[in-house]
């Protein structure tokens, strides 16, 4: 699996949009981008997770740049209930079994 | 099905005993994972079974650690002679397999199980 490299955390205002990005330069060309979050307390939660178009789901939105070296997750409206550690993954399997998760980006959503 | 159920959610031992964990994935999902957490890091993977066969095991899992799943439906992991650097959440997760039709691949996990060695 790619490296990816994301800020350890980030804040935003309850409303805004939370734009959290993710670096992964050495991405190959069948590795998926998949995003996780958690919860305090709670195990990782699948989010949305894209190949090359941009993707969107009822959680989030998928920005994948056209060289695949970086991405961006989009929560459009960001509540109290956002706030988690988000973890963008680089991968190969489509189901697969071994994820590499890092150490994500603490995302504190602001009242 | 309320999803993946891990049983304990905390456990408190002392070094030196044997623990069991014991995870029941979502009944149609043929793949089970157990991944370990400790604090400020994210999930790491320890080993996964595709039915009742393992199919992969990281180098995490130690001679004392075990893991089973007779069935091919819950799974157990075992850590004998418990230290004190095993002390983590112990999350398990469950999949469909790979293609299967209208879903994503992602893994389900539990809550956890969260495991104290003193």
């Known amino acids: 699996d790619a490296k990816t490299t994301q800020p350890p955390s980030m804040d935003c205002a309850e409303g805004r949009a939370a734009n959290l990005p993710c670096n992964h330069s050495t991405i190959s060309g069948n590795e998926y981008v998949y995003w996780y979050r958690q919860i305090h307390s709670q195990g990782p939660q699948y989010i949305i997770h894209?190949?090359?178009n941009n993707e969107t789901n009822e959680m989030a939105s998928l920005i994948i740049t056209e060289d695949r070296k970086s991405s961006t997750l989009i929560l459009p409206h960001a509540t109290l209930r956002d706030t988690a550690v988000y973890y963008c993954?680089?991968?190969?399997?489509?189901?697969?079994?071994?994820?590499?998760f890092g150490t994500g980006t603490r995302l504190t959503i602001i009242p | 099905d309320t999803g993946v159920s891990q049983d304990p959610r905390h456990k408190i031992t002392k070094r030196g005993q044997n623990v069991t964990f014991r995870c029941d994935p979502i009944?149609?999902?043929?793949?089970l994972y157990w991944y370990r957490q400790t604090l400020g890091q994210g999930p790491e993977f320890l080993t996964y079974?595709?039915?009742?066969?393992?199919?992969?095991k990281s180098r995490l899992l130690s001679d004392r650690f075990s893991a089973e799943r007779p069935k091919g439906s819950f799974s157990t992991l075992e850590i004998q002679r418990t230290e004190q650097g095993d002390s983590a959440m112990y999350l398990c997760?469950?999949?469909?397999?790979?293609?299967?039709?209208?879903?994503?691949?992602?893994?389900?996990f539990g809550e956890g199980s969260r495991l104290t060695v003193l």
């Open positions: 079974f595709q039915n009742e066969a393992q199919l992969e």
């Open positions: 009944s149609e999902h043929n793949r």
């Open positions: 997760a469950s999949s469909s397999p790979p293609g299967s039709v209208g879903l994503a691949g992602e893994l389900f």
């Open positions: 993954i680089a991968t190969t399997n489509f189901g697969n079994e071994k994820l590499t």
């Open positions: 894209g190949l090359k």
